[in-house]
């Protein structure tokens, strides 16, 4: 092979390269611009940084994504039933006590439950469902069912995070249901 012919060989494969990580990078941002589109709820820096912690996520489709923000939300589910269990196990003013076994109490009927062999089999209808009552635990929890969020101080951070992969999660799942 000669040189010229070498060194063309080269930079070809590194613009493929480049190219490649950088229409990655766009579906990460595409989708989370879809879905802030669907939901100014959503932080879209939270969405790319959350998305793009799963370096698998640079390779992959809309529903490689799904998955990727279900497991998320999943796993973040478990920390914070987890977290509050720790958290009981300490002295509390009686009010933070009764608010925090709220919310371990709604928290707890959707954790651990699986939704990843439903997402595979393209079941969103039920997903969906089961990401919307994790939304619905969380806003018991946070406002304690009064009209403010914040109602319970140590999870408000957490509490967020929940908030912001459910809108993920259900986002991804309204883009495949209207494809
Ligand atoms: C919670 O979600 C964040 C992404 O925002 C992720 O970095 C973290 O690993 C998740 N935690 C668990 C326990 O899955």
Known sequence: MNRAFSLYALFLILFLIFQHVQ???????DTCKKIKAGDTDLNFDYCVKSLESNPESHKADLKGLGLIGLELLQGNL???VEYIEELLKQKWEPRLRDALSLCLDVY???EGQDQIPAYKAKLYDDVGSWAS???TDEDTCDTQ?????GMVPPLTKRNN???QLSTIVLGVLAILQGE
């Open 23 to 29: 229409s990655a990078n766009n579906i990460v941002h």
């Open 78 to 80: 478990t920390s914070i």
């Open 108 to 110: 707890s009927t959707n």
């Open 133 to 135: 009552s994790v939304m």
């Open 145 to 149: 069912e009064s009209q403010n969020e």
């Open 161 to 163: 995070e929940i908030v």
